[in-house]
């Protein structure tokens, strides 16, 4: 295949696999009655947990909505997965934290979860899935610099 066909179906493969991905991550959360969405929200509030995030800082590192983001916390927050509370300084701001519930819920569930996740990635020797990684940076990359470059496409 030349460049512009890798390209392409490139492209199209994000989609289907993320697609496809998130049907899998959603039957597979459907026991703890969560969804794909509610999983990313919750491991973007674990790894950012001091200070707690503001709605929008919360809905750029999601690649989302502020309104997205607030109905998934207010989900969370009705199951003791979240708190959402007013900013100290400016009341309009709400920021976003993790409870001990989610947090112990996660860790009874890790080793679980780490079977799932080595499952997804059975397929993949090493070196595949150090080039993949590599691949998705560098795309993340791009993708950050066109946002900054276009304010346009401000989520």
């Known amino acids: 295949m030349n460049r512009l066909e890798d390209v392409k179906t490139s492209f199209g493969a994000l989609f289907f696999v993320a697609n496809r991905l998130e049907t899998l991550i959603d039957r597979y959360l459907a026991k703890y009655h969560l969804t794909t969405k509610q999983f990313f929200l919750s491991l973007v509030l674990i790894q950012n947990q001091k200070p707690a995030l503001t709605l929008g800082q919360v809905s750029r590192l999601m690649g989302t909505t502020r309104q997205n983001v607030k109905q998934l916390a207010l989900k969370l927050e009705k199951r003791g997965f979240c708190k959402i ?10 920021r ?54 276009d304010a346009s496409l401000k989520l």
Do not use: C, H
Request: proline content about 2%; charged content about 35%.
């Open 96 to 149: 976003l934290s993790i409870t001990k519930k989610n947090s112990d819920f996660w860790n009874q569930i890790d080793e679980e979860n780490v079977k799932f996740l080595n499952t997804v990635f059975q397929d993949m020797d090493d070196e595949i899935l150090e080039y993949l990684a590599k691949g998705l940076k560098s795309l993340f990359q791009t993708i950050e610099k066109m946002e900054e470059a």
């Open 85 to 94: 509370t007013p900013d100290l300084e400016d009341k309009r701001i709400l």
